[in-house]
């Protein structure tokens, strides 16, 4: 955002420091509402601050499973979630960190479910028959809604001032407790479409929570949004711009009849959780659901073809026990404020993470160096969550062990892919880590195997990761190549072991049943120590047979 208080300094000339500091407080606690905006979805057109982005809905998380008839799971959501997305119409952020949040109100929460979670289904059921907003005022039930939504019991509605030519009504609501803890002011209004310049406008009711940053003064904001943002309010084309196709990709000749529910119902998650967003899009392969705000939808022709190969990798070394019907969803950010407002504080430290409870793969954007080190550190990242999201769904959703998990994302995190070959080098990092850790004789193979993720992303996560990607490496590369052949078989075991227990750590003994973990240490450590040995293994193009999935 531009300095307004460098521009303010010129015209005045001479000014004080002090009067500086003070119009610089002033003009950055400014809430204003410049930028035009249409929302296709709802029909409508309003003003939002000038230097805000859009904010994606959360996709809801999973909350429990049931089975289904053919053997797979149904993912279960609370109602109250869906419902919230069901209503959802568009959010948006400025640079000093106010929200404007807006919502349709036209359904109540659906009150006749016989459990608190319900599958996507269930609710698209459920939500036909709960109570509708009635277009005339009735407090009561305006209150009510306001209520579920905001989770909040005590909450109050009063007329909000004088009424716009535009609308057909205004509340202000009072929800006390919410109000102090998130600083905002809720408001319901609805369009008049009495008006000949209004009559495509739609007719429902819409909530509008503004949450403010600390420095903005709540009575100059209120006064801002009375003036500037309802009397703004219009009616907007109500037509669909949402691009499911970035120039220059060749979609997959797959007709959608051949799509699996789970496919289709993945795809309409993404779809309602970037409706009336201007600047996201979506595509779709064989295996992958790509959605994205980036300026350079060539980034995203990079993951689609990449990812579809290295899929091929995934599936080569560990080939799903039954067929993946569900399609992997990857949320590509554009900037790492947005990555970081969608994730939340708790993973700040992070490139990307594939959240299993919502189904998503969530990657932020390389700021850093030229823009072919931007992308290929990017591609790193997915590489390395895709493996997490593949071997969810190649397992059946079972959990994994830390050293397999994290140590095969770490693998193919280095991975050179294109569509005539697969090559995986040494970690220039973790190889150092590693081989320090074997110089000191810090290698704890024992402790590893059975280590948490807690304990694995604790205070000695850098040796964590190296030692496990060491071990996937060595087993990868090296132990084929090994004239015992002893170890080749333990990856595969644990597989095969995972499937059959459900039980990481039982998957593990299994896997190592019938190896000597000591001499396994001192092989290990001696590999690492070894230049010979480790040229051998990189030497060791164990994809040569590889063919990554087609993109036609």
Request: with cysteine.
């Amino acid at each position: 955002m531009k300095n307004k208080t460098f521009y303010a300094l010129h015209r005045i000339l001479i000014i004080s420091f002090a009067s500086f500091l003070l119009l610089g407080a002033s003009s950055s606690s400014r809430l204003r509402f410049l930028k035009n905006t249409d929302l296709p979805d709802t029909g409508l057109r309003v003003k939002i601050m000038p230097d805000s982005t859009e904010t994606p809905f959360p996709p809801p998380s999973i909350r429990g499973q049931l089975p289904s008839e053919d053997g797979g799971r149904i993912d279960l959501y609370m109602i109250a979630d869906l419902w919230r997305q069901n209503q959802h119409a568009g959010q948006w952020i400025d640079e000093d960190g106010n929200v404007l949040l807006l919502a349709t109100m036209k359904k109540l929460p659906p009150v006749n479910a016989s459990r608190p979670v319900v599958s996507y289904e269930e609710f698209s059921e459920l939500i036909e028959t709960a109570e509708n907003i009635p277009l005339e005022l009735d407090n009561e039930k305006l209150i009510k809604w306001v209520s579920a939504y905001i989770g909040e019991e005590n909450v109050t509605a009063q007329a909000a001032g004088k009424l716009p030519r535009n609308l057909a009504g205004l509340l202000k609501f009072n929800a006390s407790s919410y109000e102090q803890k998130k600083r905002s002011l809720i408001y319901a209004f609805r369009i008049n479409t009495t008006s000949l310049s209004m009559r495509n406008a739609p007719p429902d009711w819409f909530l509008a929570i503004f949450t403010l940053a600390p420095s903005v003064d709540l009575a100059d904001a209120q006064k801002s949004i009375g003036q500037n943002f309802f009397p703004a309010l219009a009616a907007a084309p109500a037509t669909s711009r949402i691009s499911t196709s970035p120039g220059g990709i060749t979609r997959p000749d797959t007709s959608d009849s051949e799509k699996s529910d789970e496919f289709k119902e993945s795809r309409d998650q993404v779809k309602n959780s970037i409706k009336n967003m201007q600047d996201w899009w979506f595509s779709e392969t064989d295996n992958y659901i790509i959605l994205s705000n980036l300026k350079r939808k060539s980034q995203v022709s990079s993951i689609e073809k990449q990812m579809e190969l290295i899929r091929g990798a995934y599936e080569q070394f560990m080939p799903p026990k039954k067929e993946i019907t569900a399609v992997s969803v990857i949320r590509v950010f554009n900037t790492p404020e947005e990555y970081l407002q969608f994730v939340g504080p708790e993973l700040q430290w992070s490139a990307g993470v594939w959240m299993s409870g919502k189904k998503e793969m969530v990657i932020r954007p390389v700021e850093w160096g030229k823009k072919k080190d931007q992308e290929e550190q990017m591609m790193q990242t997915i590489y390395h969550e895709g493996f997490h999201q593949y071997v969810f769904y190649a397992m059946d959703q079972k959990h994994t062990s830390a050293w397999f998990n994290e140590g095969h994302a770490c693998f193919y995190e280095n991975s050179q892919v294109s569509r005539s070959h697969l090559i995986v080098e040494e970690d220039p990092h973790r190889s150092e880590v590693i081989t320090e850790m074997a110089e000191k004789n810090r290698i704890d193979v024992k402790k590893m195997l059975h280590m948490s993720y807690q304990e694995f992303y604790g205070a000695n996560k850098t040796e964590n990761y190296s030692l496990a990607w060491g071990m996937v490496y060595y087993l990868m590369k090296y132990a084929p190549k090994d004239k015992d052949q002893k170890y080749v078989k333990i990856l595969e075991k644990y597989g095969d072991a995972l499937w059959e227990s459900g039980d990481p750590d039982q998957a593990t003994d299994d896997a190592f049943a019938e190896i000597d973990i000591d001499q396994f240490k001192e092989d290990f450590t001696e590999f690492w120590l070894s230049r010979t040995k480790r040229n051998s293994a990189s030497k060791n193009r164990i994809f040569k047979e590889y063919q990554g999935t087609s993109i036609r």
